[in-house]
């Protein structure tokens, strides 16, 4: 073991402000997994945030900070969401990964399975090409399943998108949207979790989550997820298609 080696990890709690439009249930680069359908909840209001810091010293330094949060407000037939991310990370005292990102959605229901949606995006990902990309999209889902176990809906329309490079240029595309989210209480107090999004055009994005929640008390949470990104057409400062990320965050709930 060497002398001087130490590492630490901390968690807080972090609140982030946000306005912006966005992008739904799915963000543009990240599932968004909050749950939306205003006949199933049971309060007026439902959010959460959270955060995790870790930090190592010794031969090498390098040190990570993510805080998150979403907060949806329930009608008895429309729901109203907004959500916002930042992620910084750092290798040797140089910055490796900075990530904000900012988002709204709304849903109306038409009747107990079908409704609409329209959604919106922005974010910054300038360590992977993008110093901004906003996306807005709008159509119908289907609440294929709403029960107190599981939970399932699938949702498509069409929609735009603005990318700026971080290397210069940009570009405006319409595009097509399609997105599944599902959700399982396995436990009292555990529940899977599971998103897909896609976006294409000439090109493809992807996004997927896959995680679980578990429930420590009235207040607090334990969130394990593990996400990947595929963009088909990446940006020149970016060359890698795919993007992965696991994360175990602790989570508060409003």
Same mark, same amino acid.
Do not use: C
């Given at each position: @073991?060497?002398?001087?080696?130490?590492?630490? $990890?901390?968690?807080?709690?972090?609140?982030?402000? @946000?306005?912006?439009?966005?992008?739904?249930?799915?963000?543009?680069?990240?599932?968004?997994?909050? !749950?939306?359908?205003?006949?199933?909840?049971?309060?007026?209001?439902?959010?959460?945030? #959270?955060? +995790?810091?870790? $930090?190592?010293?010794?031969?090498?330094?390098?040190?990570?900070?993510?805080? =998150? +949060?979403? @907060?949806?407000?329930?009608?008895?037939?429309?729901?109203?969401?907004?959500?916002? /991310?930042?992620?910084?990370?750092?290798?040797?005292? /140089?910055?490796?990964? /900075?990530?904000?990102?900012?988002?709204?959605?709304?849903?109306?229901? @038409?009747?107990?399975?079908?409704?609409?949606?329209?959604?919106? =995006?922005?974010?910054?990902?300038?360590?992977?090409?993008?110093?901004?990309?906003?996306?807005?999209?709008?159509?119908?889902?289907?609440?294929?399943?709403?029960?107190?176990?599981?939970? !399932?809906?699938?949702?498509?329309?069409?929609?735009?998108?603005?990318? /700026?490079? &971080?290397?210069?240029?940009?570009?405006?595309?319409?595009?097509?949207?399609?997105? $599944?989210?599902?959700?399982?209480?396995?436990?009292? =107090?555990?529940?899977?979790?599971?998103?897909?999004?896609?976006?294409?055009?000439?090109?493809?994005?992807?996004? &997927?989550?896959?995680? #679980?929640?578990?429930?420590?008390?009235?207040?607090?949470?334990?969130?394990?997820?593990?996400?990947?990104?595929?963009?088909?057409?990446?940006? =020149?400062?970016?060359? *890698?298609?795919?993007?992965? *990320?696991?994360?175990?965050?602790?989570?508060?709930?409003?």
């Amino acid at each position: @073991m060497l002398r001087n080696g130490r590492s630490r $990890a901390v968690s807080l709690l972090a609140i982030l402000g @946000m306005s912006l439009a966005s992008f739904s249930t799915f963000a543009d680069t990240d599932i968004f997994t909050a !749950l939306d359908d205003p006949s199933t909840a049971k309060k007026s209001f439902d959010g959460n945030v #959270l955060g +995790s810091y870790n $930090a190592q010293h010794g031969n090498s330094t390098s040190s990570a900070l993510a805080a =998150s +949060s979403t @907060m949806t407000w329930f009608q008895p037939t429309n729901a109203y969401s907004i959500w916002g /991310e930042a992620t910084n990370n750092s290798t040797n005292d /140089e910055r490796s990964a /900075e990530k904000y990102q900012a988002g709204a959605r709304a849903r109306h229901n @038409m009747d107990a399975n079908n409704f609409l949606f329209t959604q919106g =995006s922005w974010l910054s990902d300038r360590y992977n090409g993008y110093r901004s990309r906003s996306t807005l999209t709008a159509g119908y889902g289907r609440q294929v399943l709403s029960g107190p176990v599981a939970r !399932l809906r699938l949702e498509a329309g069409p929609g735009v998108r603005h990318d /700026e490079f &971080s290397d210069g240029g940009r570009q405006t595309k319409a595009l097509a949207y399609a997105a $599944a989210s599902y959700s399982y209480q396995l436990t009292d =107090s555990t529940e899977f979790i599971q998103g897909v999004s896609l976006l294409g055009n000439n090109d493809l994005t992807a996004n &997927s989550e896959t995680g #679980l929640n578990v429930k420590i008390n009235n207040h607090f949470s334990l969130k394990v997820t593990y996400d990947v990104t595929y963009n088909s057409n990446t940006p =020149s400062t970016a060359p *890698k298609h795919t993007d992965t *990320k696991t994360a175990v965050s602790l989570v508060y709930g409003l």
